[in-house]
């Protein structure tokens, strides 16, 4: 098969973690006899310091001919210390997920046995913990309008809006995801509180009898937030609206021990994004010791999502699983005090696929 891939760096860590990815890909595509063939594109604050514009129409362009697009992470301090700048990082990956029609951030959070002692949680609470967040990513509070600030800058608002038709597909797609699962699909909203969260459930209850063989079930965000790290072995799918699912997912993310360890699929309309699901991480840019993983298995990911190609997903999966079981990990995740480098890691993982 040939595999034609978009690949965006973006910022801090990125480029590095993003090139262990690669390389683990070329290796895979090596292995099974696919033909690889990738070029680079600017994405967030590196894309800004060159063209002026966060999310060029070249990437753009670049994107929407690939098959996939390997995503490592945009952000800078700079940007985050000076609110009043005109022109945001961020702003291109809202602009990326919304031109390429991105409305599912497929986020899988499980635990890794030998890892379980790295969890804040007990062992007994976090062990078997396998579970789907599935997140909506082009509506909400993200992109509701009207946004802004009054004239004399003392009032600040941002709109939250959602359509039937935004909440019908995700969830349809929820229902998808939990039939090749465990069957249980859990729709978090804010409903005693929200329009938009009234809607979305009203919605739910309707597409939920089409699906008689999952059982589901309604929570409030609050209550989700609390359950997550009270009993995460009590979820399969959970389906959940933009901002509700960008805060319940770096909650879940914890509960494995490592922010770094956990990758995502964005899919919709055009591409699919590949992404890990931590940010660029800039105290650690340059120095080789961010974590590849997430990214790694955001190339799993890719491969199973984008290409169909199952055993190539799970080969990288089980070279993840053997570098974590023979002590193969970056600083996060050391174990007294042996640590490797990013590129070590990423080499040992593609060293591995190649033996094999
Ligand atoms: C994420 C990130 C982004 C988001 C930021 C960087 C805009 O936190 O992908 O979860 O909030 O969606
Ligand atoms: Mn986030």
């Not at 969890?119 to 909400?140: F, H, N, Q, W, Y």
């Not at 509180?193 to 063989?213: G, N």
């Not at 609390?226 to 399969?236: E, G, H, K, T, V």
């Amino acid at each position: 098969m040939k595999l034609n891939i978009a690949v965006l760096p973006g910022d801090g860590i990125g480029p590095e973690i993003v090139n262990e990815a690669l390389k683990v890909t070329k290796t895979v595509c090596e292995k099974f006899g696919h033909e690889l063939s990738y070029k680079h594109a600017l994405v967030g604050a590196c894309a800004i310091d060159k063209t002026g514009n966060p999310y060029p129409d070249e990437t753009h362009e670049l994107c929407m001919q690939s098959d996939a697009v390997l995503f490592g992470a945009i952000g800078d301090p700079k940007y985050d210390n000076n609110p009043s700048a005109k022109v945001r990082p961020e702003q291109g990956l809202l602009g990326m997920r919304k031109k390429l029609g991105l409305y599912a951030n497929i986020r899988p959070v499980s635990t890794f046995d030998s890892l379980i002692y790295k969890s804040p949680l007990r062992a007994d609470i976090v062990k078997d913990t396998d579970l789907m967040c599935i997140r909506e990513l082009t509506g909400g509070i993200y992109f509701g309008r009207p946004q802004g600030r009054s004239e004399d800058g003392t009032i600040a608002y941002d709109t939250c809006v959602y359509s039937r038709e935004e909440i019908e597909r995700i969830v349809h797609l929820a229902y998808k995801y939990a039939k090749q699962r465990n069957k249980k699909v859990t729709v978090v909203d804010k409903a005693n509180v929200l329009c938009t969260s009234r809607l979305w459930r009203e919605v739910a209850q309707e597409i939920e009898k089409q699906y008689p063989e999952i059982t589901t079930e309604y929570m409030f965000v609050d209550n989700a937030a609390m359950q997550l790290i009270q009993w995460p072995n009590r979820f399969d799918v959970i389906v959940t609206e933009n901002m509700f699912g960008d805060i319940l997912t770096d909650e879940a993310s914890v509960i494995t021990g490592s922010l770094g360890m956990l990758p995502s699929a964005s899919i919709g309309i055009h591409t699919s994004v590949f992404e890990p699901i931590h940010g660029s991480y800039p105290q650690a840019a340059g120095k080789n010791i961010a974590n590849p993983v997430a990214t790694i298995l955001s190339a799993a990911l890719m491969f199973e999502y984008a290409f169909n190609l199952m055993d190539e997903g799970k080969m990288i999966r089980e070279a993840v699983d053997a570098s974590i079981e023979a002590g193969i990990v970056t600083e996060d995740l050391a174990q007294n005090g042996k640590s490797y480098k990013t590129s070590e890691v990423g080499q040992w993982i593609a060293d591995y696929i190649k033996n094999k």
